[in-house]
């Protein structure tokens, strides 16, 4: 394809998605068509001669967009939002077009040090602690997920708890990860990775109303665990569960952390995007003893997926338990030890330029932009759990510090489920659900960029009505 | 944003895309400047307020594309090539534009069932076994990069090693992994983050002329691992290595793994995109013995970063390993077991809708196109190789079955380094180095969509001139 080819391509495929964003709201929310549908549409091999733009964009409309749920659309509530933006596309876009490899600074001078500054910026947009700064020991670094992140702090903490010897020797099944029981599937996903099982982690009991960890718990397992032999490595707090964004204590688990000399990671992937709010960042308190934090830009704050933010109070910590340098990456920018190569911050070798899009979202919203935008999630999250507060059928089940509201129909579940899955079948909007304290909850997040109160009244209407006949 | 703003905005960036390719050859392929320069051209902070894309297009052009390295440029042969192309930018514009999060069959059908057939349609342009398709007990799934793959591939094979009690109980330290002594630092990197160590790696010895794992050592040290009380997990073998792109035999590997029941899993990071056309498959000869298989297409099939294709022959192995389902994402289909949920494939949690890519890539270019673009690929490489093999000074140093040529100044290593300084120093080619039996090589790689015979026989000018300069 001719840059000229694809200049006009191009106006075409923008046109797409700018009519695809003026006419969202119409459609169903999510696919009403069976498993199989759009497999079933598509060719069984590939064409052996080109197809026109124009073609393949014909069946993007009659086969793919029908078999979608669509994220961007103001009636999705379910999960946590993953928003985008037009400057978010924009920024990704550039970083398609470059073509750029960005694993070490010498094969992307300014896709490293784009990166730095970004992530110093939302640092100081976030009032993060300074030990996250580039300025010092620390540094930030984009991960494509923060289940990521929360592998990789892992690995800091087992390189650490290993004193190191991890890097040669391999885990010791000794070591133990604690999060709450609230805590998101991926830690014990990146303990299962790192070799230390399901077995290696502790579930901590929450408080039964904040739904937040018991720092006594934590405290009264760690002690438990080292009179026994077994090696606390790593602690997960978390700012904002997935279920309901309960807020686990750092004041608390702090201390205890450093008493212990445990790693402690903080996973704010949803709920940290709040904490460029002055009002908001109540979440954050105690954050200066947190040895790596991160959040996800990708889910709150306009940028589209991947990326999550992830910071370390100690980089060099992180390139020593992740390093490997064979002979042809080896580089005189390397060896000068001046530069960043960030492959030694994650998983993988080979990554994106991302920080364009987290600098076009900056620039376009500015700080006060993306403050407006949080604030307006916040108060139509806090709009719609006065409707339910106001009505005696439904309970709010857990505190909406965010964006969040988890409720539910007084009583059985089976109503609850019922309720659910008629509001959905609307295809007006879409909820998901969780389990507080083994209850059915509905859960209504909000934060997709289109959403305003209409939508948000919209939804509490057709709640409401399906109530009446969910008994 | 309005999607009226973001269309006028978005011709913009096409405008400025169409242009950067259409010029990027009048470019230094690597920046000049030292370090921190783009870093020092950025304010401190973000903006306040919001600020028009007209401004940061500026300063891409001011700030950010001096400080490049143009992996897109004719004269980049450093490497392995990461081409992209203009099918490719528009598939990856349009995911970002939908903004689905495609982690759950649930959560964006279409994302799911177009990877599906997207794997199906490469499998069947490459003619890989037929275990490796959706339609039997396999299947494909895209991950962000062969580092990825070959992690997930240490899981699922730890997992197998461990009779189904490596989930619960956490990894054996006794269990090892065997690739050759020329394999991607990956496999290390892969053992390490998987609790092995740097210990649980064996490195094979290779062939001294074809740099290809010895059939007869691997043998030797799986059959002495086993007599010691030491457990074979996995072999990786490898098509096409990073130094010099040897291919590891496996039709005398595939019978080891398998009479010791070692999964195998096979790394044909850049070279298993030859294989879309018939005469260049040779190096898949044997790739039914494979558990699992990955290639990129992000290297060499005009599609960008990332794109990893991975294959397992037991999908249903896959998952085991790697899933974990909490309350939040359970749902009906998934429960029915019709659907494929692709966050049980790979290591995040989140995931984009990258099949968009390839089938706007295998669609605009169809398989005849892309059999083309290698085919050009591997026939400037011969012609580089025969520029190399006419000059006495000069040596190559391995064989050049695909499009990289490895080669040498006769002697010893310091003309060799000063060679390739110089070379690159005139902004006008990149080649990066391996070592090859200890010594100093040069590698050029072709595969950068402009490059052209033009662009070749420059390098190779640009090379034997600084060679006469470099004793």
Not at 27 to 39: C, K, L, N, Y
Not at 99 to 116: D, K, R, S
Not at 153 to 173: K, Q, Y
Request: aromatic letters at 8%; charged letters at 20%.
């Amino acid at each position: 394809m001719t840059p000229e080819e694809f200049r006009q391509a191009g106006y075409a495929v923008v046109d797409w998605i700018a009519d695809y964003w003026a006419t969202v709201a119409e459609r169903p929310v999510t696919s009403q068509d069976r498993p199989g549908t759009v497999a079933a549409g598509l060719p069984t091999a590939a064409p052996a001669e080109g197809e026109p733009v124009e073609s393949v964009l014909a069946d993007l409309d009659k086969l793919v967009a029908p078999g979608l749920t669509h994220w961007q659309h103001p009636g999705f509530f379910g999960y946590f939002p993953a928003n985008t933006s037009g400057p978010s596309v924009l920024g990704d876009l550039v970083s398609a077009g470059l073509g750029v490899q960005g694993m070490l600074w010498a094969t992307g001078p300014a896709c490293t040090e784009l990166e730095t500054v970004m992530l110093d910026w939302l640092a100081q947009a976030l009032d993060l602690p300074a030990r996250f700064r580039s300025t010092g020991t620390g540094g930030g670094v984009i991960q494509d997920s923060a289940s990521s992140a929360t592998l990789v702090a892992t690995l800091v903490a087992l390189h650490r708890a290993g004193g190191g010897r991890w890097r040669e020797v391999g885990v010791d099944r000794r070591y133990r990860v604690y999060a709450s029981t609230e805590a998101h599937s991926s830690i014990e996903k990146a303990a299962r990775i790192a070799g230390l099982g399901v077995d290696g982690v502790r579930l901590i009991e929450v408080d039964p109303v904040t739904r937040a960890m018991s720092p006594a718990a934590l405290r009264a397992a760690i002690e438990a665990d080292r009179a026994a032999g077994v090696v606390p490595a790593l602690v997960v707090a978390t700012v904002g569960t997935t279920s309901t964004t309960a807020i686990d204590p750092l004041p608390q688990i702090g201390p205890i952390c450093a008493e212990h000399r445990v790693f402690l990671h903080v996973d704010a992937a949803y709920a940290g995007a709040a904490a460029i709010c002055p009002e908001l960042r109540f979440g954050h308190a105690g954050l200066e003893y947190a040895d790596s934090y991160c959040f996800d830009p990708h889910k709150w704050l306009l940028t589209g997926f991947d990326c999550d933010a992830f910071w370390v109070a100690d980089a060099a910590e992180l390139v020593q338990a992740l390093t490997v340098l064979p002979e042809y990456l080896r580089n005189a920018a390397t060896e000068s030890g001046a530069v960043i190569d960030y492959r030694d911050w994650q998983v993988p070798l080979g990554r994106r330029f991302r920080a364009l899009k987290l600098w076009f979202v900056l620039r376009w919203y500015g700080v006060e932009g993306l403050r407006a935008h949080i604030r307006h999630g916040v108060a139509l999250a806090a709009r719609f759990a006065d409707r339910v507060r106001a009505d005696n059928r439904f309970e709010l089940v857990a505190p909406h510090p965010y964006s969040l509201v988890c409720f539910r129909l007084r009583g059985p579940d089976g109503p609850n489920e019922r309720l659910l899955a008629a509001v959905n079948s609307t295809g007006r909007v879409y909820l998901t659900h969780t389990r507080v304290a083994g209850r059915h909850t509905l859960r209504l997040a909000v934060g997709a960029p289109q959403t305003t109160e209409t939508h948000v009244d919209e939804a509490w209407e057709l709640i409401s009505q399906a109530a009446a006949l969910a008994d």
